[in-house]
């Protein structure tokens, strides 16, 4: 019984998942906005902090070129206001070793279950990766 009712309970969890993202996801035609309900959706069911970080073509309602690493932060969110990240808003340049810049490149999103194992992180501004991962890891 206590499986099924697990089960369950895992089935109604996606289904809520799926039913706020539905909702809150793509509300306006907005990309901005659309970047900060992504955000907010993912946090706390997929992560403690998430960035939403575009290319500025693509704010500018353009394509993006796929040249250069250079993102725009465009949504931040987290469990906790003190986010230890770039700001919303500061133009990133990327080192080809950071999972951005990865993703950039090959079109495909990147995951980053840990940053202390993200090297390309680290080299593109330590004081910052030792920041987040000291605070990731601090309750």
């Not at 895992?10 to 970047?35: N, Q």
């Amino acid at each position: 019984m206590r499986v099924l009712t697990g089960r369950a309970d895992a089935a109604r969890r996606r289904l809520k998942l799926l039913y706020d993202a539905a909702s809150d996801i793509g509300t306006t035609l907005d990309v901005r906005r659309t970047a900060e309900e992504l955000a907010d959706v993912a946090v706390p069911r997929f992560a403690d902090f998430v960035t939403v970080d575009l290319a500025d073509q693509v704010l500018h309602g353009d394509e993006p070129t796929g040249t250069g690493a250079d993102l725009r932060r465009t949504a931040v969110s987290g469990i906790r206001d003190d986010q230890p990240l770039y700001p919303r808003g500061k133009l990133i340049d990327f080192l080809p070793s950071t999972p951005q810049a990865r993703g950039l490149g090959s079109g495909q999103a990147e995951l980053v279950p840990d940053l202390s194992d993200a090297p390309g992180w680290y080299a593109q501004d330590p004081p910052v990766a030792q920041s987040s991962s000291t605070t990731a890891s601090t309750p």
